[in-house]
């Protein structure tokens, strides 16, 4: 990452306000570049996949070299995540410009150069990638379809097609598989189940959002359901038909035993949640509905994750 750095020298030179807030800027510039938010999502999938794969939590990380697989696994997944996500702001800042949501992304407003975005793309994405290369081939191979579907099939068919939100899905649910195989080395069941709610989480997830900008998302030329299809039927409905999908997945990892009665009680009342704002987003398609649907996701997300991490443990 290039900041501007500063010295403070033994005859006690200060750093300049002025200078301090520059450096901080161009520090904030970059992280942005990562979207924190999917890289947050990314860290926490990882992880929760990791714990899935394990046959003993304590035995595990009681020794350095496990302690060093974890974070050699979650560090080097997350970079190759945020890798992604900024070749996507490099690849698409001219759209960018076009939306209110997005015109003050680094790459547009000027606070970064396009070139120095790339750069920073690419050293993410290769010390990312040398990082999950350290744990295992599939664990790598995961690593390359997650940058070569974002950037190579996603970006591009954002602008062709509605079926890319499904192809978006893939390389959002594929680090929480990585964290189970860098484990396991092997795909299984915890995995495969853990990979099918992140993917189909987010498509309600992100229908929501898209319904909530949907003005800019038509303004830069994407081609999605909320855009094509004015009325909000197909993103209201799709929604529920999903969460429905997510109801009958987490349930599986009860009856497959790869989780306890107490994830499926918990996962079941925050499923029917999550389900209830989305068929009150079908009646009412308003942008406070669909506010509340894209909340409930969240809430939805981060206690099915609590749920499995507190069942590894127990």
Known sequence: ??????????????????????????????????????????????????FLGLSSVSSHFSTLEGLIHFILTVVGTTLVS?????????VERSFDAKMARTQNRPLVNGDLHPTQGLLFALALSIVGLYFVFLINSLTFALAIVTTVSYIAVYTPLKRKTTFSTIIGALPGAIPALGGYTSVTNSFGIPGVLLFLVLF???????????????????NGGFVLDSVVDPSGRNVSVKSSIYIVLLLGITTAFYVLDVA??????????????????????????????????????????????????????L
Request: one cysteine or more; hydrophobic letters at 40%.
């Open 260 to 313: 306890s009665v107490l994830f499926l009680i918990g996962s079941t009342l925050v499923g029917g949640y999550f389900l209830y704002n989305s068929i009150l987003f079908i009646k009412n398609r308003t942008k406070k509905a669909s506010r509340t649907l894209l909340i409930s996701s969240y809430i939805y997300l981060m206690t099915v994750f609590f749920l499995l991490l507190i069942d590894t443990l």
């Open 200 to 218: 189909f989480w987010q498509l309600p997830h992100f229908y929501s959002l898209s319904w909530l900008y949907r003005e800019d998302y038509a």
């Open 1 to 50: 990452m290039t900041t501007t750095t500063h010295t403070l020298e033994l005859s006690n030179q200060m750093v300049s306000p002025k200078g301090l807030m520059k450096s901080t800027s161009k520090f904030s510039s970059y992280y942005e570049l990562s979207k924190p938010g999917i890289t947050k999502m990314v860290v926490f999938s990882t992880t929760v996949g990791y």
């Open 82 to 90: 945020a890798g992604s996500c900024a070749l996507n702001h490099y």
